[in-house]
């Protein structure tokens, strides 16, 4: 279903509603807040707070004039297959891009520079049987360093991860 707010809004615990819900569309255009394509952004857009559980699409290409991708963002979602994440995000909140491993996402593409600060929680999966955390393995970075930054910050090895170059395909 659609969720649609009043323009007057303000204010909104972001971390506690809708998730788990089937949400296939967020409306709203005010001064805190807007919505493009179903999406929940801050009201100047340099923040995407929450990607729909049912979005529309099977990949999503976040926009180069997002900077933070907030906590929560993409959580439990269960049609994407994809997200590309572009330069511009300089932040990777909490559980931003976790999903259960029967789920859909299952590739993200990081165009992040060597400085973006990635939550150590920001891409678990959960094993819906008995909530083992575990880390997604397709992740495609641009260096080599950010392949290094991201085995060091999930305790695993270089190996598990995917390198390409930016506009390649894996």
């Known amino acids: 279903f659609d969720v649609n707010f009043p323009s007057g809004i303000?204010?909104?615990n972001l971390y506690d509603n809708?998730?788990?819900?089937?949400?296939?569309?967020?409306?709203?255009?005010?001064?805190?807040?807007?919505?493009v394509d179903g999406v929940l952004y801050k009201g100047d857009l340099s923040v995407a707070y929450r990607l729909p559980t049912h979005y529309k699409s099977d990949a999503v290409i976040v926009p180069d004039h997002v900077t933070v991708l907030d906590d929560y963002f993409a959580y439990t979602n269960l049609t994407i297959k994809s997200i590309t994440i572009p330069e511009s995000v300089v932040r990777i909140g909490d559980y931003a891009l976790t999903s259960d491993p029967n789920d859909s996402l299952k590739d993200?593409?990081?165009?992040?520079?060597?400085?973006?600060?990635?939550?150590?929680?920001?891409?678990?999966?959960?094993?819906?049987?008995?909530?083992?955390?575990?880390?997604?393995?397709?992740?495609y970075v641009k260096t080599n360093f950010m392949a290094q930054k991201l085995a060091s910050l999930y305790a695993l090895s270089i190996d598990e991860f995917n390198i390409?170059?930016?506009?390649?395909?894996?």
Do not use: H
């Open 18 to 35: 809708f998730i788990g819900s089937i949400i296939s569309s967020y409306n709203i255009d005010s001064e805190d807040y807007k919505s």
């Open 164 to 170: 390409v170059k930016v506009g390649e395909s894996p």
């Open 10 to 12: 303000t204010q909104m």
């Open 108 to 139: 993200i593409y990081l165009n992040v520079s060597d400085t973006t600060e990635i939550s150590p929680s920001a891409m678990l999966t959960f094993a819906a049987s008995d909530y083992d955390a575990t880390y997604l393995k397709n992740v």
